[in-house]
Structures are given as C-alpha cells and as structure tokens.
C-alpha cells in the first residue's frame, strides 16, 4: 500500500473478469477493501469453476454485473488478520464458499443457517454492506469477514478440497437435513456431475447404499468402480426404471438442466424425499397425485450455514472425500467453460490462481 490517501483504502488486486454477456473473461486489474477490524485477508492458491460462476457471467440470472469476476470455491494461505480476529493467523488454509455476508441477526443466521439469511451476500453477484458489488475468487487475493471463512485441515489435498466449498456442501447438507445419512438407508443421486459425484461419495462415507440414475449408460463403470455406487439405472430405460419402483428411501436430484420429476417420484418409497439440489432455468410439472399416493415430499435445499460447511469439511478430511478435478491454468478458463457446457469435465475444473495468474 502507498503512502497517498486513496492508497491507503485499497489493496491492489488482479484477477480474470468478463466485461459483457459474452461472458469472455481476461485478465483484470482492481482493488479490495483494506484488512478491516474482524477481516481475514489471503493469498488465493485454487479456485474451483462452478456452472453457477457460468451462468452469472453471461447474466444468464439476470442479475449481473460488469466487471464480472466469477468464483466460490476458494481455498488460499492468510497473509493478514485484523486486530480482533481470533480464529485465525498469518499462515493458516483457509476457504471461503459462497458467502462472504448475511444479516448475523434473523433466526436463520442465529441458528448457522446463514444461507437462507434474507440480506445474506454472496462471493459475487452481490452488493456489500459498503455499496461495492463483489468480486469472486478469480483473483489472487480476497478479502472477508473471519465468520465466513472455514478452516482446511492439513492433511487435504488443497486443489481438490475447493469444489468442497460449494458442490461438497450443496449436496452434504440435505443428506444431514433430510435424514438421509442413516447407515441401511438406500438413497439415489441423479447426475453424475460435479455435485452428483461428490454425493455418491458423502453417501458412501455415512454407511448408505447408493444407486445413480443418469441417462447415460457410459457412466456405470465410472459410478460403479471408480466412486463406489452400489447400483445404477439408466433413466431413459423403462425396464430399468420400473423393476427400480418404490425402493429409495430417498434422492438427492443434482441436475440443472430440465427433466421429468414424475419418473424419480415413483422411485421413492411411501413417506419418501425427493430432495432437489439443482437449479433447471424452466419449472418443473409437478401432478399432485404422485405425491398424495404415498405421502410423499419434493423439497430443496441450497449450500449451507457457515458451521456445517466446516462440519463438511473436516468429514470430507476424516473420510478421505475428494473432488475429482482437473487442474487448469488461468489462461484456459474461457476454454474450460466451453468444455463444462458440454459435460466434457470429469467432474470440477480447478484454477491453480498461484502458479497461474499474472496482473494485466
């Protein structure tokens, strides 16, 4: 920081942004706030790409702004701490996901549940308490309020542990809520992606069986050997879908893009739950009777609170649970988008920030 005045209330920082709906990133010169009073500042090592990070770019929501620089799934080494921060020091990992804020008032953030705060804010796509829209993790530091970082446990691997952040709690914290994470439990994950995946292995590590429902066939070796799934239907198989009929205590749903919710209510048993954790642009038809038949729920659930993503974290550690990723430079992102629309990642792209950003 300079001696001058303006100086002094910024840090320089750079990163990789999008200037329009193109939704084409590059490289990008900006400032962050100062290390405030209860501020963790740190160094950004990975960062993980998200389809939510694609969509906000190309203001597919309809909520952008330009610059856009993108990125929740953040892990870094501390290189500072305000004077009343206390869980955290100079050299510590740390992660931050998709909130930087939330109200710390309502009952929701009273009882950790900071994600469905009412005024929560997010990593980007939000404006911040002092006016200024947020800038994500496609940057080679952030800055933020110690209540929303989490600790990263030593003995994970850092680059895998950043999809964690968001695909990691996006699907643990349904398992948890719904009651899906009871060993002899047999539940379904639908999508084979980069939350699906995850999900197979949180659902594993609780003691449940697990059966993917994709509509592609290539996936059963994968499911099946590669992430330990004990069974797998292909959805477009009626054969299949029909002998697999009221024998799922549960689903976690994982896909974004549209589909049928008619087939999946049937595989649920009586007093079953459908629990959706994707987003599809268009809503779903949803006949009554499906549900009325056998006292059945559809439900959702989005991220989670800021204590139950350190709970995630440090299971994910205990239980060896991973990302599988593919590790990019900051000069492939554009490309890496291209390929994620297109399915052809297995299953998170990574953006070594350190190794790999240079200041415009």
Known sequence: MGSSGVEEQTQKACGWAARDTSGVLAPFNFSRRPTGEKDVTFKVLYCGICHSDLHFVKNDWGNAYYPAIPGHEIVGVVTEV???VQRFKVGDTVG????IGSCRTCDNCVNNLENYCHDSKG??????????????????IFVVNEHFVVRIPDNMALDSAAPLLCAGITVYSPLKYYGLDKPGLHIGVVGLGGLGHVAVKFAKAFGVTVTV????PSKKEEAVTRLGADSFLVSLDSEQMQAAMGTMD??????????????????VKSHGKLILAGAPG????????PLLAGRKTVAGSCIGGIKETQEMIDFAAKHDIKS????????????????MVNSDVRYRFVIDIANTLKSA
């Open 213 to 216: 429902i994709s509509t592609s």
């Open 123 to 140: 990593t980007y796509g939000s404006t911040y308490y002092d006016g200024t829209n947020t800038l994500g993790g496609y940057s080679d």
């Open 324 to 339: 599988e990723i593919e590790v990019i430079s900051m000069d492939y992102v554009n490309t890496a988008m291209e390929r």
């Open 96 to 99: 931050v996901g998709c909130l």
């Open 82 to 84: 305000g004077k009343s």
């Open 250 to 267: 549960g689903i976690i749903d994982t896909v974004s893009g549209p589909h049928s919710l008619v087939p999946l209510i049937g595989l």
């Open 282 to 289: 268009k809503p779903f038809e949803l006949p009554a009777y």
